[in-house]
Nanobody, 121 residues
Framework: QVRLVESGGGLVPAGGSLRLSCTAS????????MAWFRQRPGQEREFVAG??????ITFYGDSVKDRFTISKGDSAMYLEMNNLKPEDTAVYYC????????????????WGQGTQVTVSS
């Protein structure tokens, strides 16, 4: 069992930056492909970014390309979010799966509880 915990969410003005973290207690993440998803109120969950377990290779949703950066170490995954927009307001979730290719259409076995990001206009 992998328990994922997100942190780093909060309230930020448009144009600002936030860094989200995702950790797994007592577990190394070196063999896990991981991703960030988000869910806006009343909308379906949306793929934000993914990172493979090896090399690594990164993937981004169209709406966050060139603004967000995903990275991963053995103990945590991060999402650096720059030039935030009000439409980035959502609950952000991290996800992981063993040896995952971490793309948008992958199914992930492990999920965190989410962290709220609110961008004011």
């Amino acid at each position: 069992q992998v328990r994922l915990v997100e942190s780093g969410g909060g309230l930020v003005p448009a144009g600002g930056s936030l860094r989200l973290s995702c950790t797994a207690s007592g577990r190394t993440l070196s063999r896990y492909g991981m991703a960030w998803f988000r869910q806006r109120p009343g909308q379906e969950r949306e793929f934000v970014a993914g990172i493979t377990w090896n090399r690594p290779i990164t993937f981004y949703g169209d709406s966050v390309k060139d603004r967000f950066t995903i990275s991963k170490g053995d103990s945590a995954m991060y999402l650096e979010m720059n030039n935030l927009k009000p439409e980035d307001t959502a609950v952000y979730y991290c996800a992981a799966d063993l040896y995952s290719s971490a793309q948008a259409d992958e199914s992930f076995e492990y999920w965190g509880q989410g962290t709220q990001v609110t961008v004011s206009s």
